[in-house]
């Protein structure tokens, strides 16, 4: 059965508000609405509090996925609210009052530009779209396209595509004037871990104006300007390195060379090296690389120009592997690959041809 076509967020959000079906969503004045916003660990949560939550993970699909992860709800309504800013417009946040809920205005589209998204291509938060590929060649991506993915330890908390973007801020809660786009670091509420979210918001306080992202024609360059310490490397190796990058105040700062790129993509498709790393990974407070895996940090950001991650999928399709004999020892079962080959055509194993050299030493040289 074919499944429903996803819906527009912002169409289905303004359709759900006038059928005054879920409790706390109402218009509360002229363009302006709110949205319950009760933690689920209160308790005096209860089902109808997160039922327009659970709403958009139907409509949306993403029920599959988490079928009883309220959380998950919450986190997947927000992430699609918050990247309409060119539709809605959050003016109150009264989340920790005694009747929680944040207050939203609705944005005449054609008064400003839409940013992160638009109304007609609503994002997938949690996965890239996926297209059948017997109706289309994929579209090769601008530079300026980006893949952005937020982890809180194992936890991805946001995941979006900013699209034809030569300059995104990352910030909490401070934003800087002048970009073109920028992304707020989600909040702990959705978070269980008491301890994680103490030591996660002593750092999201610490981030401020948190820095931005330049993509160039060389590469890809970060400017930190917050307060918070900030790592970043193209490998996610748990080897620790004696001296990682910290990224320096004020000082932009080199993350990916499009021209290391392409080195490294020649040399995979020729079959002389190891796919190109292009994911920048970014680890917010705490160093890294230091021997540790990168899904234990508390604050992780991964960086995907796609334009890369298109190269590279062409490379393999065109056949290019990084895997080559001398990285290769196959055990099925206790059995060497050779032992299988043997086994099948019948040729003689090890221990049959040592017996037939020892008879041969003793019956016919000696004889």
């Given at each position: 059965?074919?499944?429903?076509?996803?819906?527009?967020?912002?169409?289905?959000?303004?359709?759900?508000?006038?059928?005054?079906?879920?409790?706390?969503?109402?218009?509360?004045?002229?363009?302006?609405?709110?949205?319950?916003?009760?933690?689920?660990?209160?308790?005096?949560?209860?089902?109808?509090?997160?039922?327009?939550?659970?709403?958009?993970?139907?409509?949306?699909?993403?029920?599959?996925?988490?079928?009883?992860?309220?959380?998950?709800?919450?986190?997947?309504?927000?992430?699609?609210?918050?990247?309409?800013?060119?539709?809605?417009?959050?003016?109150?946040?009264?989340?920790?009052?005694?009747?929680?809920?944040?207050?939203?205005?609705?944005?005449?589209?054609?008064?400003?530009?839409?940013?992160?998204?638009?109304?007609?291509?609503?994002?997938?938060?949690?996965?890239?779209?996926?297209?059948?590929?017997?109706?289309?060649?994929?579209?090769?991506?601008?530079?300026?396209?980006?893949?952005?993915?937020?982890?809180?330890?194992?936890?991805?908390?946001?995941?979006?595509?900013?699209?034809?973007?030569?300059?995104?801020?990352?910030?909490?809660?401070?934003?800087?004037?002048?970009?073109?786009?920028?992304?707020?670091?989600?909040?702990?509420e959705d978070l269980i871990d008491h301890k994680q979210i103490h030591y996660t918001n002593r750092i999201l306080d610490s981030i401020?104006?948190?820095?931005?992202?330049?993509?160039?024609?060389?590469?890809?360059?970060?400017?930190?300007?917050?307060?918070?310490?900030?790592?970043?490397?193209?490998?996610?190796?748990?080897?620790?390195?004696?001296?990682?990058?910290?990224?320096?105040?004020?000082?932009?700062?080199?993350?990916?060379?499009?021209?290391?790129?392409?080195?490294?993509?020649?040399?995979?498709?020729?079959?002389?090296?190891?796919?190109?790393?292009?994911?920048?990974?970014?680890?917010?407070?705490?160093?890294?690389?230091?021997?540790?895996?990168?899904?234990?940090?508390?604050?992780?950001?991964?960086?995907?120009?796609?334009?890369?991650?298109?190269?590279?999928?062409?490379?393999?399709?065109?056949?290019?592997?990084?895997?080559?004999?001398?990285?290769?020892?196959?055990?099925?079962?206790?059995?060497?690959?050779?032992?299988?080959?043997?086994?099948?055509?019948?040729?003689?194993?090890?221990?049959?041809?040592?017996?037939?050299?020892?008879?041969?030493?003793?019956?016919?040289?000696?004889?």
């Open positions: 059965m074919q499944s429903l076509p996803k819906p527009q967020f912002a169409h289905w959000l303004i359709e759900q508000l006038e059928t005054g079906q879920y409790k706390g969503l109402s218009y509360v004045g002229h363009g302006k609405f709110r949205v319950p916003w009760k933690h689920n660990s209160r308790k005096d949560c209860n089902d109808e509090d997160g039922k327009i939550f659970k709403a958009w993970a139907v409509a949306s699909g993403k029920i599959n996925d988490f079928p009883n992860d309220k959380a998950r709800w919450k986190t997947n309504f927000r992430c699609a609210l918050n990247n309409l800013r060119g539709r809605f417009r959050k003016i109150e946040d009264n989340s920790k009052s005694d009747d929680p809920h944040k207050v939203y205005e609705i944005i005449n589209p054609g008064s400003l530009q839409m940013q992160n998204s638009q109304e007609d291509s609503d994002p997938d938060i949690y996965s890239s779209p996926q297209t059948d590929p017997a109706q289309f060649n994929p579209q090769q991506p601008s530079m300026n396209d980006l893949e952005i993915s937020i982890f809180y330890r194992r936890r991805e908390m946001f995941k979006t595509v900013v699209l034809n973007c030569p300059q995104l801020q990352l910030h909490y809660p401070q934003e800087t004037q002048g970009i073109q786009s920028a992304i707020c670091f989600p909040s702990t401020q104006r948190g820095l931005t992202l330049e993509v160039q024609q060389s590469g890809i360059f970060a400017y930190r300007q917050g307060s918070c310490h900030v790592f970043a490397s193209t490998s996610d190796a748990m080897v620790a390195q004696p001296n990682p990058q910290k990224l320096p105040l004020n000082t932009p700062v080199q993350l990916l060379s499009f021209e290391n790129y392409l080195h490294e993509l020649r040399m995979f498709k020729e079959n002389n090296g190891h796919s190109p790393e292009y994911t920048i990974n970014m680890c917010f407070g705490e160093k890294f690389p230091d021997g540790r895996a990168l899904e234990r940090k508390l604050i992780v950001v991964k960086v995907v120009p796609l334009i890369c991650r298109y190269f590279h999928e062409q490379a393999q399709v065109d056949g290019a592997s990084s895997l080559h004999s001398s990285d290769v020892s196959l055990q099925t079962s206790h059995n060497s690959l050779m032992e299988l080959i043997t086994s099948a055509f019948g040729l003689p194993t090890m221990e049959e041809l040592s017996a037939l050299k020892y008879f041969l030493h003793y019956h016919v040289y000696k004889g």
